[in-house]
Structure formats: structure tokens, C-alpha cells
């Protein structure tokens, strides 16, 4: 069995001192049968020719995300012919006789834009209470979180088993580690934009403080009581629980940019009533104080990661450790970071199987989650605080808004350039995920910025697209990932497989299980249930 991922290089030595034989490079498909023949052409030169041999095609492991894309266009083509229908007085009126006019009217203001007043069949209060609430709240931020989540669930589901939904064995990129950041950077815009919102309706700086700390607290326990363990093997045990996790770095980091806005927000900066020396950056320099903070933060963690010693590794050394860099540092497995969350937590308490085992074969245990990388999480959320800054600076100025995110996107695109020399490896700090590098926060807002404008845009803007269905989860976003995590191994989100190597049936059981999570926040939805913690 051979990786079909990445190209492979065949070498062919022979005895001591005669080197290189022969060498072929190939890209082997899943599932084929090959052979390599090695002929000896010349016994006087030794000359060896190789050849690689096709004995059963491999299959196009790809048509079962094509079946799957198709199917789920034909799915969103009927909801398009049906809203369009609505719009027909003859099919609306049909529909009003048969359904409860009021709840009609509620679904039409809420998924098919809101027609005028006069065109409603019901003017009475609940169709226009709904239609005002869902106006002041920017339904392109509740899309962009379930649009991240719903990612973020189908890949811990397994991603059918692509290779591109799994996490990168180490340096670089796969659908799978854009989603977490995403989820962070939308958690910092939502923080700017509820403390304000608190605190214009005049709750004090006391109770939003502890509101905060409650919060945080929550989370954590949750991620560290509810999520990490694995109840199907036996009850809670602290001699091997996890101490790291998602939901506890969401928890941490939370509480760091949610209590450094409260502490330096200013009243009135957002009213533009605050003189600053440049109108351009009135979104920026109130809050000096805060990108201080975190500047000292960055260099902590550059600190840490390039200047501290650690036992049998060289310093500043990034790798995975394992049979990487020709096996010279196998207990090294992230340098520092793990160095640190080793020392801190202990082995038994921290992520056992890190994705540089499947490549690299490491041995030791190491924390995606873990303390170091919390530091340039709490950027990512810092600099969705920014975003949020933004749109209430700014408000209803689309193209200013707008201008911002994509001047913010460009920025942080030149600074991941420049850290990573545009290289997968070469660059000063590599973009990697596991570590949560520097690069990989500057990259990923990236695109978290150019993403939110794309999203405001057609959602809030020009309201071409309702946000729906990643709208849904994103408004009872706890709920859906905590219940992912806790149901992920019961019917109907797993069942038994007939062939366990099958693509086709690993993605129809994991976009089975994301679609239900779906279903059930749309659900949710209509019922007017949110669980908010």
C-alpha cells in the first residue's frame, strides 16, 4: 500500500557504493493494482531500467463529491422554484387558505425578503415585530459562523475521507483548518458588537465583567466535561482527561478580548464624537492601548517559540518531530508548544494522536489546543474585534465598510507573504495549523476578511441571498457543535458500513449527519429556540 495524496519517488540502490539505480516519480491513484518491473539491460555496466506497470486502473475517487454536488443543486433549484412560486398571488393566496396565515407571513418576511405591507395578507404585529428584528441584526454575521461550523462539523465527521477534508499532516493548508480561525475571527465581531449593544442599553461595566467571566467559565467546562470525553468507554476519569480542546480555547480567548474591550472601550468613539488626529484610522487609534496588549502578546509568544530551551531540541526548532528532518529530533513534535503543554498539563492530559502521526510518525503526544497556540488565537478573535469596530464606525456605509475589509485583507495577506516567502517550508515561520503560527493567524484572517465582505455584501448589501441554510446553525451555533461532538456516534449520524474504504459511503454518511444538524437548527429556528450561553 503507497499514499495516493502526494507524488511519490521510487528509488532503486543497489550494494554498497554503486548509489542510484534508476528512479521514477508517480502520483498513484486509490484503489489500482501496479507493479514496478526492473530490468537488467547491460550485466557489463549494470544498467537498470525501471518501469511501472498499470495492472488495474485506479477508480475516480471524485464522482461521489460530484453525485453529492448535484444532488444537493437540484435540492436548492426546487427551494429557488418555490420561492419564486410564492411570489404568484394565485399560489400565495392558495398557500394562506391552507396554512396558518400568520406563520405564512412570518416565513415569507424571513426567507423570502419582506414584501410592503399592503401585499401582506396579515398586518397585524407579529409579521412586523419580525421583519424589524431581523433588520438590525447583520444576518451576514450569523452566515458567515454557520457557514464555518457547518464546515467544521462535516470535516469532524470524517469529510467522506478526502485527504483535503483532513487536518495537514503539518506545514500548509486544507479545507479542514480554515474553518476553526473562521469561527474565532466571527466570535471577535460578535464581541465588539454585543458589548456595544450591552452597553448603549446601559448595562455597567460590573455586570457585563462578570457576564463575561460566567461565560467563559461555561464554555470551558463544557469543552472539558461534556466534549472531550469519551463516555462510550467508560465514566469520567482524570488520570487521562484531556485538558485542552476547542471549546475551551474559545472559552480563554473569549475572555481575553471580551474583558480587553470592555476595560479600554471609550464612550462615544463610535459616534465618531471622539477627536482622533486621523479621521482614517478613527476605528483604530482610541483603542491603542488594546494593540499594545496584543503586540506584547506576539512577542511573548515569539519569545517562547524561538528563544526557549528545550530539552534535546534546538531552539526555535518548528517541526513535527518523528521521522521528520531525517529523524535528527523524534521527541521534538512542535517545538516549544508541545515543550510547554508537556511540562504544564502532562502527556496523559493532552491530545494523543496529532495528525503528523500519519506522515511523520511521531510518538509524542501533542495539543493543537494547546497553551502556546491560545496566544495567536486570541489575535484572530482580536482582529474579528477589528471587523466588528468596523461596522459599527461605520455603520450602514456600505462602501466604507466594505473598503476596510478588503484594505485589512490585503495587509494581513503582504505580512503572511512576507513570514512565509510564499513557501510551504522555506518561509521564516511556515503557516501550520497544529502550532497555530503567526503566518497561519495573518493568512486565515486573510481570508476571514474576504469572506465577510462577500458575505456582506450579497446578504446585507444587495440581500440577494437570505444566508440561508449556514444562517440557521450559525444562530444556535453552541448547540449544534456541542451536539455533533456528544451524538457523533449514534443513529442516524453513524451506522454500520458495508466497505469501510468506500468514499461514496463515508460522504453519504457524513453529509447525512451535518444535513440533520441543518434540519434541526433550521427547526430550532422557526420555533424561536436558541440556546445562548
Given at each position: 500500500?503507497?499514499?495516493t495524496q502526494?507524488p511519490?519517488t521510487l528509488?532503486?540502490?543497489?550494494?554498497v557504493?554503486?548509489g542510484?539505480?534508476?528512479?521514477?516519480?508517480y502520483h498513484f491513484?486509490?484503489?489500482?493494482?501496479?507493479s514496478l518491473?526492473?530490468k537488467?539491460q547491460?550485466?557489463?555496466?549494470?544498467?537498470?531500467?525501471?518501469?511501472l506497470?498499470?495492472?488495474?486502473?485506479?477508480?475516480n475517487?471524485y464522482?461521489?463529491?460530484l453525485f453529492?454536488?448535484?444532488?444537493y443543486m437540484?435540492?436548492?433549484?426546487?427551494?429557488?422554484?418555490?420561492?419564486?412560486?410564492?411570489?404568484?398571488?394565485?399560489?400565495r393566496?392558495?398557500?394562506y387558505?391552507?396554512l396558518?396565515?400568520?406563520?405564512t407571513?412570518?416565513?415569507?418576511?424571513s426567507?423570502?425578503?419582506?414584501?410592503?405591507t399592503?401585499d401582506s395578507?396579515?398586518?397585524?404585529p407579529?409579521p412586523?415585530?419580525?421583519?424589524?428584528?431581523?433588520?438590525?441584526?447583520?444576518?451576514?454575521?450569523?452566515?458567515?459562523r454557520?457557514?464555518?461550523?457547518?464546515?467544521?462539523?462535516?470535516v469532524?465527521?470524517g469529510?467522506?475521507?478526502?485527504?483535503?477534508?483532513k487536518h495537514?499532516s503539518w506545514?500548509?493548508l486544507?479545507v479542514?483548518d480554515?474553518?476553526?480561525p473562521?469561527?474565532?475571527?466571527i466570535?471577535g465581531t460578535?464581541i465588539?458588537?454585543?458589548?456595544s449593544?450591552?452597553?448603549?442599553?446601559?448595562?455597567?461595566?460590573?455586570?457585563?465583567l462578570?457576564?463575561i467571566?460566567?461565560?467563559?467559565?461555561?464554555?470551558?467546562?463544557?469543552?472539558?466535561?461534556?466534549?472531550?470525553p469519551?463516555?462510550?468507554?467508560?465514566?469520567?476519569s482524570?488520570?487521562?482527561l484531556?485538558?485542552p480542546?476547542?471549546?475551551?480555547?474559545?472559552?480563554?480567548?473569549y475572555?481575553?478580548?471580551?474583558?480587553?474591550?470592555?476595560?479600554?472601550?471609550?464612550p462615544?468613539a463610535?459616534?465618531?464624537t471622539?477627536?482622533?488626529p486621523?479621521?482614517?484610522l478613527?476605528?483604530?487609534l482610541?483603542y491603542?492601548?488594546?494593540w499594545?496588549?496584543?503586540?506584547?502578546l506576539e512577542?511573548?509568544?515569539?519569545?517562547?517559540?524561538f528563544?526557549?530551551?528545550?530539552?534535546g531540541?534546538?531552539r526555535g526548532?518548528?517541526?513535527p518531530?518523528?521521522?521528520?528532518?531525517f529523524?535528527?529530533?523524534?521527541?521534538?513534535?512542535g517545538?516549544?508548544?508541545?515543550?510547554?503543554?508537556?511540562?504544564?498539563?502532562?502527556e496523559?492530559?493532552?491530545?494523543q494522536?496529532?495528525s503528523s502521526?500519519?506522515?511523520?510518525?511521531?510518538?509524542?503526544?501533542?495539543?493543537?489546543?494547546?497553551?502556546l497556540?491560545?496566544?495567536?488565537?486570541?489575535?484572530?478573535?482580536f482582529?474579528?474585534?477589528?471587523?466588528?469596530?468596523?461596522?459599527?464606525?461605520?455603520?450602514?456605509?456600505?462602501?466604507q465598510?466594505?473598503?476596510?475589509f478588503?484594505?485589512?485583507?490585503i495587509?494581513m495577506?503582504?505580512?503572511?507573504?512576507i513570514?512565509?516567502?510564499?513557501?510551504k517550508?522555506?518561509?521564516?515561520?511556515?503557516?501550520?495549523?497544529?502550532?497555530w503560527?503567526?503566518?497561519?493567524?495573518?493568512?486565515?484572517?486573510?481570508f476571514?476578511?474576504?469572506?465577510?465582505?462577500?458575505?456582506y455584501?450579497?446578504?446585507?448589501?444587495?440581500r440577494?441571498?437570505?444566508?440561508a441554510?449556514?444562517?440557521?446553525?450559525?444562530?444556535?451555533?453552541?448547540?449544534?457543535?456541542?451536539g455533533h461532538e456528544?451524538f457523533?456516534?449514534?443513529?442516524?449520524f453513524?451506522?454500520?458500513?458495508?466497505?469501510?474504504q468506500s468514499h461514496?459511503?463515508?460522504?453519504?454518511?457524513?453529509?447525512?449527519?451535518?444535513?440533520?444538524?441543518?434540519?434541526?437548527s433550521y427547526?430550532?429556528?422557526?420555533r424561536?429556540?436558541f440556546?445562548?450561553?
Amino acid at each position: 500500500m503507497v499514499d495516493t495524496q502526494h507524488p511519490l519517488t521510487l528509488q532503486l540502490s543497489g550494494s554498497v557504493g554503486d548509489g542510484e539505480l534508476c528512479k521514477i516519480q508517480y502520483h498513484f491513484g486509490e484503489f489500482g493494482n501496479y507493479s514496478l518491473v526492473i530490468k537488467t539491460q547491460s550485466t557489463s555496466t549494470k544498467a537498470v531500467s525501471c518501469d511501472l506497470v498499470i495492472n488495474e486502473g485506479p477508480i475516480n475517487s471524485y464522482l461521489p463529491i460530484l453525485f453529492a454536488f448535484l444532488v444537493y443543486m437540484g435540492i436548492l433549484a426546487i427551494l429557488i422554484m418555490w420561492h419564486l412560486f410564492m411570489k404568484i398571488d394565485r399560489v400565495r393566496n392558495w398557500v394562506y387558505k391552507k396554512l396558518n396565515p400568520r406563520e405564512t407571513d412570518r416565513l415569507i418576511n424571513s426567507e423570502l425578503g419582506s414584501p410592503n405591507t399592503s401585499d401582506s395578507v396579515s398586518s397585524g404585529p407579529t409579521p412586523r415585530l419580525w421583519s424589524t428584528g431581523s433588520r438590525q441584526r447583520l444576518r451576514s454575521l450569523d452566515t458567515f459562523r454557520g457557514l464555518s461550523l457547518i464546515i467544521m462539523v462535516f470535516v469532524n465527521y470524517g469529510g467522506g475521507k478526502y485527504w483535503f477534508f483532513k487536518h495537514e499532516s503539518w506545514n500548509g493548508l486544507t479545507v479542514a483548518d480554515l474553518v476553526f480561525p473562521w469561527f474565532v475571527f466571527i466570535m471577535g465581531t460578535s464581541i465588539s458588537l454585543s458589548l456595544s449593544s450591552m452597553l448603549r442599553w446601559g448595562s455597567s461595566k460590573q455586570k457585563v465583567l462578570g457576564k463575561i467571566f460566567w461565560r467563559s467559565f461555561l464554555l470551558i467546562l463544557l469543552g472539558i466535561i461534556v466534549v472531550n470525553p469519551n463516555y462510550c468507554l467508560g465514566p469520567l476519569s482524570w488520570d487521562n482527561l484531556r485538558i485542552p480542546g476547542v471549546l475551551q480555547r474559545l472559552g480563554f480567548t473569549y475572555l481575553v478580548v471580551a474583558a480587553l474591550e470592555l476595560l479600554f472601550t471609550k464612550p462615544g468613539a463610535e459616534n465618531g464624537t471622539l477627536e482622533t488626529p486621523c479621521l482614517a484610522l478613527q476605528d483604530i487609534l482610541p483603542y491603542w492601548p488594546q494593540w499594545v496588549f496584543i503586540l506584547m502578546l506576539e512577542v511573548i509568544w515569539l519569545c517562547l517559540t524561538f528563544l526557549l530551551p528545550v530539552p534535546g531540541c534546538p531552539r526555535g526548532y518548528l517541526g513535527p518531530g518523528g521521522i521528520g528532518d531525517f529523524g535528527k529530533y523524534p521527541n521534538c513534535t512542535g517545538g516549544a508548544a508541545g515543550y510547554i503543554d508537556r511540562l504544564l498539563l502532562g502527556e496523559k492530559h493532552i491530545y494523543q494522536h496529532p495528525s503528523s502521526t500519519v506522515i511523520y510518525q511521531t510518538m509524542m503526544p501533542y495539543d493543537p489546543e494547546g497553551i502556546l497556540g491560545t496566544i495567536n488565537t486570541i489575535l484572530m478573535a482580536f482582529l474579528g474585534l477589528q471587523a466588528g469596530k468596523i461596522i459599527l464606525f461605520y455603520k450602514d456605509q456600505h462602501k466604507q465598510i466594505m473598503s476596510r475589509f478588503f484594505i485589512w485583507s490585503i495587509v494581513m495577506g503582504i505580512i503572511s507573504a512576507i513570514l512565509t516567502k510564499c513557501s510551504k517550508e522555506e518561509g521564516f515561520i511556515p503557516i501550520n495549523k497544529n502550532l497555530w503560527s503567526l503566518s497561519y493567524v495573518t493568512t486565515m484572517s486573510c481570508f476571514a476578511f474576504i469572506l465577510l465582505l462577500l458575505i456582506y455584501y450579497l446578504v446585507d448589501v444587495k440581500r440577494l441571498w437570505s444566508g440561508a441554510p449556514f444562517f440557521y446553525p450559525g444562530m444556535n451555533s453552541i448547540l449544534v457543535y456541542i451536539g455533533h461532538e456528544v451524538f457523533e456516534n449514534y443513529f442516524p449520524f453513524k451506522w454500520k458500513m458495508q466497505d469501510s474504504q468506500s468514499h461514496a459511503e463515508h460522504l453519504t454518511q457524513n453529509l447525512t449527519a451535518t444535513t440533520l444538524w441543518v434540519v434541526a437548527s433550521y427547526l430550532l429556528y422557526r420555533r424561536k429556540i436558541f440556546w445562548k450561553i
